[in-house]
Every structure is written in structure tokens, then in C-alpha cells.
């Protein structure tokens, strides 16, 4: 088992930045691809980005490619995704989810564990 608690939601105005961190617990966290994704409401849950089990590789959302960073510190059993130029269309819950190191990096229902979420909430 793998126990992820999500913080560094909140609102924010268009064009500013957020910080997104998973902090995890349980089992070996270096062993797991990390993710995040997000919902909007009404909408489905989609990729935003992902880490594989060292941070030698990283993957985005075209919608994100450019604005956010994925990193992971496997001392610290964290991963975090730094949020920049935000929009309003970025306004939903986050998650992180863990799965396996062969994970389908772009694929939700690939994870095993998922936090509970945070809200971020851009405002225009």
C-alpha cells in the first residue's frame, strides 16, 4: 500500500504560479511511476504529468508542456509539480496517483494509489 496526501492548492489569479506537492508514504517510493492529474468539474479526469521512478524522464500534457515541471525527491518520498502562466481552464481538483515503474504514463486507470486531491482554482 501507498498512502499520497496531496497539499499546495488554492486560488490564484490568471497568470500566477502554484506548487503542487504529494508527500507518500508506505512502500518503496523510488519503486513507483508518479503522476498527477486533474478534474474539472463535469469533465473526465485527464493526464497533466508524469515522473518515472528516478525523475530521469518526464512526460506532459500538450495543454501543460511549457508551463509546468514535474520533479520528484526520492529521499524525501515526494513529488511536487510547479504550475506557472496559470489559466482559468486550469481551475480543478489534483491528483497524485502512484503506479508501477511500466506504468501507461498518460493512462489513469494505470495508477494503483491516488491521493484524495487538492483544489486549485484560477481566477480571470
Known amino acids: 500500500q501507498v498512502q499520497l496526501v496531496e497539499s499546495g492548492g488554492g486560488l490564484v489569479q490568471a497568470g500566477g504560479s502554484l506548487r503542487l506537492s504529494c508527500a507518500a508514504s508506505?512502500?518503496?517510493?523510488?519503486?513507483?511511476?508518479m503522476g498527477w492529474f486533474r478534474q474539472a468539474p463535469g469533465k473526465e479526469r485527464e493526464f497533466v504529468a508524469a515522473?518515472?521512478?528516478?525523475?530521469?524522464?518526464?512526460y506532459y500534457a500538450d495543454s501543460v508542456k511549457g508551463r509546468c515541471t514535474i520533479s520528484r525527491d526520492n529521499t524525501k518520498n515526494t513529488v511536487s509539480l510547479q504550475m506557472n502562466s496559470l489559466k482559468p481552464e486550469d481551475t480543478a481538483v489534483y491528483y497524485c496517483?502512484?503506479?508501477?515503474?511500466?506504468?501507461?504514463?498518460?493512462?489513469?486507470?494505470?495508477?494503483?494509489?491516488w491521493g484524495q486531491g487538492t483544489q486549485v482554482t484560477v481566477s480571470s
Open positions: 508506505g512502500r518503496t517510493f523510488s519503486a513507483y511511476a
Open positions: 515522473v518515472n521512478w528516478n525523475g530521469g524522464r518526464s
Open positions: 496517483a502512484a503506479g508501477p515503474g511500466n506504468v501507461d504514463y498518460y493512462t489513469h486507470s494505470a495508477y494503483d494509489y
